[in-house]
């Protein structure tokens, strides 16, 4: 069974698709998700602005994959939220201006895309 990817609506440190793209490149490393490509564009424009090279990201998500005792996505998005320097609950991280002009822009822009993948992957779809 593929797992299921969060929606690239999702904040994680206050960002949009950093869970998704996170949980995308696990799967993609695992192998246990087939059909999804690292990065998109969508990956490229949040790489972009964390000031991140997509291998680098890629490895980055392995080696916390790696040395994680309890791979779940809470503990993967803990330490990587602390290797971005974001340390605190995922939950209430507040967002720093420049984030929350990202976020609202990101959101906007790909709104379509983002609607589009979310009934793709919708379980009626399927």
Not at 17 to 43: E, H
Not at 94 to 120: G, I, M, T, Y
Request: hydrophobic share 35%; with cysteine; proline share 5%.
């Amino acid at each position: 069974m593929t797992p299921q990817l969060r929606s690239g609506r999702v904040l994680l440190g206050g960002l949009p698709w950093l869970a998704r793209m996170t949980d995308k490149v696990k799967g993609i490393n695992n192998r246990s998700i087939s059909g999804y490509s690292f990065p998109c564009q969508m990956d490229q424009e949040l790489l972009d602005h964390l000031g991140l090279a997509a291998d680098t990201f890629a490895q980055s998500v392995e080696s916390i994959v790696t040395r994680t005792e309890n791979d779940s996505r809470e503990a993967v998005d803990r330490a990587m939220l602390a290797l971005l320097g974001r340390s605190g609950d995922p939950e209430e991280f507040v967002s720093a201006p420049r984030d929350k002009l990202f976020s609202s822009v990101f959101l906007v822009r790909n709104s379509r895309l983002l609607n589009q993948l979310e009934a793709e992957e919708s379980p009626q779809h399927q």
